[in-house]
Nanobody
Framework: QVQLVESGGGLVQAGGSLRLSCAAS????????MGWYRQAPGKQREWVAT???????NYAGSVKGRFTISRDNAENTLYLQMNSLKPEDTAAYYC??????????WGQGTQVTVSS
């Protein structure tokens, strides 16, 4: 089993920045792909970004160029640097992990609120 704990959410003004962290513990050797998802009130959870153990990253179009996903494999920690935040980025952000396309592990979420 893998446990994921997010941190770093908060309230920020539009145009500001936040850095989210996700600490992984447990059988971390079993995972190679980690990512971030988000869910706004009344909306479905949506994919934000994914990164492989080798550092290959992919982004949703809505965040590309503003968000940067990274990971520290030695510390089993995932990051999401969010710049130029917009009110529409307001959501609960969730860390996700697994092996290849099987990614069953989720964190509890951290709230990001962007005020206009």
């Amino acid at each position: 089993q893998v446990q994921l704990v997010e941190s770093g959410g908060g309230l920020v003004q539009a145009g500001g920045s936040l850095r989210l962290s996700c600490a992984a513990s447990g059988t971390t050797f079993s995972i190679n792909v980690m990512g971030w998802y988000r869910q706004a009130p009344g909306k479905q959870r949506e994919w934000v970004a994914t990164i492989s153990s080798g550092g290959s990253a992919n982004y949703a179009g809505s965040v590309k160029g503003r968000f940067t996903i990274s990971r520290d494999n030695a510390e089993n920690t995932l990051y999401l640097q969010m710049n130029s935040l917009k009110p529409e980025d307001t959501a609960a952000y969730y860390c996700n992990a697994g092996r290849d396309s099987y990614r069953p592990y989720w964190g509890q979420g951290t709230q990001v609120t962007v005020s206009s």
